[in-house]
């Protein structure tokens, strides 16, 4: 049981095959881009770079889902409720399938249309379509994926979660070697790597159900609205994460188009892709915290909670040291990976690597403090660390830095908003508009002990 483990090996056991999994992951998204640029171009890299935010609206909807009805399904078994357990699971999977599958329609219903709303221009459209089509064809696979990984770790199988992820990386980058280098395949290559590498994945997570201590399972249920409205309700800030991300790959692509034409596009595809890598280590920090709190709160076990949010913000602010020094020491080696050799696209990617890495050293805060709040259900507030980020600070950011101050400042945009997120939860906490221990579970605790 949980509570009976030390809080630094516990949270280690959760975090080890949730960064490492998480690092497989990145190294897959960082060697699509890498055979993407090398076997097809800058071109082919834009515009797969334009398709992904799509891709990424579809997650984070099996995102949301996926979080809110795990972080309830964890809370379940920390009341040792089994059953309500199940039925969480069984609503989450029919939802995220349903819900899923209304959005792909009608994105390949408006293909093209979406393709050019988000950034896309005549001279990389074919790429774009290319490898979107198939993405969305098959999109239903990454979303089951995507659910099973989730459930799986908080069902105390973390290692299986990474198994899974560790196969559909490794498959995928042979098959995007084998199909972009060999059979010359182009962008839809890539695409069918992926497809096939994430069905591959799911296959090894099924394995799950042979397990002997396994607790996860599907039950015949009736129709429950009120766990329907809190897994949309608990799982909202998740899908703000993913959904935002997106939103903040278009707004860059539509806003380095305005101001600095396609060199600014591919210089943003080349950071954006190292962004992408980096960030899926953040998140699994937080993917790791979230089964532990979650228990935990499940279990009224609140004094123990401060401790793992202690352990979980050191390793967020270490992490983020580590990238901004990668990125100031070695932004020549991360543009080289990419084959890119004209000039004005080298010197401009410098630019926004040495800039836009800052952001780092803030980004593993607002993570761990958001899923730490949205593990205990206090979704406003992880909603509005979230939103403050990415929507209330990074839109005005975005149109006031290159308006009056060059084009250049782009790229301060995502460290200046992850900063001040930073400092408005530290003015939140020590002015008590915010606790980070609920008061009421606070006085809960001291009438249990």
């Not at 881009?33 to 891709?55: D, Q, R, T, W």
């Not at 984070?60 to 979080?67: A, P, Q, R, Y």
């Not at 329609?105 to 979406?114: A, G, I, K």
Request: glycine content about 10%; aromatic content about 14%; hydrophobic content about 55%.
């Amino acid at each position: 049981m949980m509570q009976t483990i030390e809080p630094h090996k516990l949270f280690m056991k959760y975090l080890i095959p949730s960064l490492f999994g998480m690092m497989l992951m990145a190294i897959n998204i960082l060697i699509d881009g890498l055979f993407v640029s090398h076997g097809i171009g800058e071109k082919g890299l834009a515009g797969v770079n334009i398709a992904v935010p799509i891709y990424s609206v579809i997650l984070s909807v099996s995102l949301w889902i996926g979080m809110g009805g795990a972080t309830l399904y964890s809370i379940a078994l920390g009341q040792s409720n089994q059953h309500r357990a199940k039925e969480i699971f069984t609503h989450s999977i029919i939802l995220a399938v349903a819900t899923t599958g209304l959005i792909i329609v009608f994105c390949l219903l408006f293909e093209e249309p979406l393709a050019y709303l988000f950034g896309a221009n005549d001279s990389i459209i074919s790429y774009v379509d290319g490898y979107l089509h198939i993405i969305l064809l098959f999109g239903l696979v990454f979303v089951l994926e995507n659910i099973l990984s989730i459930f799986i770790r908080n069902d105390g199988n973390p290692t299986l979660a990474m198994a899974g992820l560790i196969v559909t990386s490794v498959v995928n980058i042979i098959l995007n070697y084998l199909f972009i280098f060999i059979f010359h395949w182009g962008v839809k290559g890539a695409a069918y790597a992926t497809v096939i590498g994430t069905f591959l994945g799911i296959l090894v997570l099924l394995t799950h159900y042979s397990k002997r201590k396994k607790q996860l399972g599907f039950v015949h249920t009736k129709l429950d609205f009120s766990i329907l409205g809190n897994i949309f309700s608990i799982g909202f800030p998740s899908f703000i994460v993913e959904g935002s991300t997106a939103m903040m790959m278009v707004t860059f692509n539509i806003t380095f188009s305005h101001y600095v034409g396609e060199t600014g596009v591919v210089a943003y595809a080349v950071v954006n892709y190292m962004h992408t890598v980096f960030l899926m280590l953040f998140i699994g920090i937080g993917a790791a915290l979230q089964p532990i709190t979650s228990y935990h709160y499940g279990a009224k076990l609140y004094q123990r909670l401060k401790q793992f949010i202690r352990i979980a913000l050191i390793t967020g602010f270490g992490l983020g040291v580590a990238v901004f020094i990668i990125g100031l020491v070695g932004k020549g080696v991360i543009i080289n990976l990419f084959g890119i050799e004209i000039p004005e696209i080298i010197d401009y990617t410098k630019i926004g690597i040495v800039s836009f890495f800052v952001g780092y050293l803030f980004l593993g805060i607002n993570m761990v403090f958001a899923e730490y709040y949205q593990s205990i259900k206090k979704t406003r507030i992880a909603t509005w660390i979230i939103l403050s980020r990415s929507l209330i600070l990074f839109i005005p950011l975005l149109w006031i830095l290159p308006k009056f101050f060059g084009p250049n400042t782009i790229w301060l945009v995502f460290p200046a908003a992850e900063g001040l997120t930073v400092l408005t939860i530290y003015l939140a906490l020590k002015f008590k508009r915010i606790e980070l221990i609920p008061i009421e579970m606070t006085e809960l605790s001291k009438k249990l002990g």
